[in-house]
């Protein structure tokens, strides 16, 4: 491992933490005696099928922005956003399949953002959920209030993830 503070890469683990999909290593520079932490992650690669068919890796960050996005000026810790990225991340590669469905991923993220903040939910689920107009936009707030009935537009009839 290359030291970030003089660039060798002579070092030493002082100490390894499971973090269950991670793991944390503590590690001293043999050359300048400096510590620096590192971490490492199992490289199995699951790809995303997105809904016209199209393949790609499953990346947290990608998720990580949208919820970033979605819970801007909201009172949500970054530790709140950041284990709702880890539970997605967790499922995800706790399925032990090759692909998931971008579904699954979109709605992991609504369910769990839903109980988080009901503001950063509307957000991202505009997104997510492709609403295309206010009536949409006002029936998916019904929806999660729960109180849908009495509501000038006729409930939505399709969700596009």
Known sequence: MICPYCGHNNSRV??????????????ECRECGKRFTTYEQIAHVVSVVKSDGRREPFDREKILRGLRIACAKR???????????EQVEEYVFSQGKAEIPSKVIGNLVLERLKAVDPVAYIRFATVYLQLPDLDSVRQEIDRLLGSSEGTRSSPRTSRKP
């Open 14 to 27: 002082v100490d390894t933490r499971d973090l269950g999909r991670m793991i944390r290593r503590r590690r």
């Open 75 to 85: 009172p949500i810790s970054t530790e709140a956003i950041e284990g709702i990225v």
